[in-house]
């Protein structure tokens, strides 16, 4: 409902106003947009969402493996924590052009970028959440000679879902604003280098429709990760 209000009064602020449409384009004039062939807007679509998706799900796996790991050495957190925490004080886009330099530009590079954005928060509520489970249950298991892998699969990993989740959802966003980085820097293809070019003529009915379509991508990967939540979390574990 609140959506189909702001799209309302962003037409009547249009009309009313009487506002140029290279300052702000009506809601018709942006869908409209789509009708040029020339932007290829599904190509561009596809490799935007390969590069957000990819990012993301490159940061899950590598991010709740790492935060295991260090659930389990406590040598190696002390050792590898510092540098990452480290790492994450970079300027993500401070590395874009270290990264077109070693791996030019594509697709590949700003997966990268989406994964450097996005992996960090996954691992710091991962290892938390694994920090959280009771001794006294990791106690009970351990004396019942079970296994490191039923540690983590009986105790450790329920109890730590909320906070995967919750550092899931906070990467979801991120995962798209390093996409989007990533091709505004340096990109052939996808939604930032379309938004790039459509600059050049003022065509502002056409960034409009590129940034609705980045948003969809981005709230598209956040409902999933919600849905993921709802299924394996109950309600009343479930973080913020």
């Known amino acids: 409902m609140s959506h189909l209000l702001l799209v309302a009064a962003w037409h009547f ?3 009313v106003g009487k506002v140029p449409s290279f300052v ?3 809601p018709q004039a942006t869908l409209n947009a789509l009708l040029v062939p020339n932007y290829r807007w599904l190509e561009n679509i596809a490799v935007t969402g390969i590069e957000i998706f990819g990012g993301y799900i ?3 796996v590598i991010g709740i493996t790492i935060a295991l790991l260090f659930s389990w050495s406590r040598w190696l957190k002390m050792a590898v924590m510092p540098l990452l925490v480290s790492l994450n004080m970079i300027p993500k886009v401070a590395l874009g052009p270290l990264i077109i330099v070693w791996f030019k530009y594509g697709i590949g ?5 989406a994964f450097a954005i996005c992996f960090f928060p996954i691992v710091l509520t991962t290892a938390r959440g694994l920090r959280e489970v009771e001794p006294e249950l990791l106690d009970l298991v351990r004396t019942l000679k079970g296994s490191r892998w039923q540690v983590f699969t009986k105790i450790q990993l329920p ?11 906070v990467a979801a966003i991120l995962a798209v604003a390093g996409a989007i980085v990533g091709e505004f820097l340096g ?3 996808g939604l930032g280098y379309l938004m790039l070019q459509v600059q050049v003529t003022l065509d502002t009915a056409a960034m409009f429709m590129a940034v609705i379509l980045i948003t969809l991508l981005g709230g598209i990967l956040y409902l999933m990760v919600l849905a993921l939540e709802r299924l394996l979390v109950v309600q009343d574990a479930r973080l913020g």
């Not at 590079?109 to 970028?113: D, H």
């Not at 109890?159 to 959802?169: D, E, R, T, V, W």
């Open 159 to 169: 109890g730590a879902l909320p906070y995967i989740f919750s550092g899931m959802k």
């Open 24 to 26: 702000l384009p009506s």
């Open 109 to 113: 590079p700003n997966i990268m970028m």
């Open 58 to 60: 490159l940061a899950v």
């Open 187 to 189: 990109s052939d293809r």
């Open 13 to 15: 602020f249009v009309v």
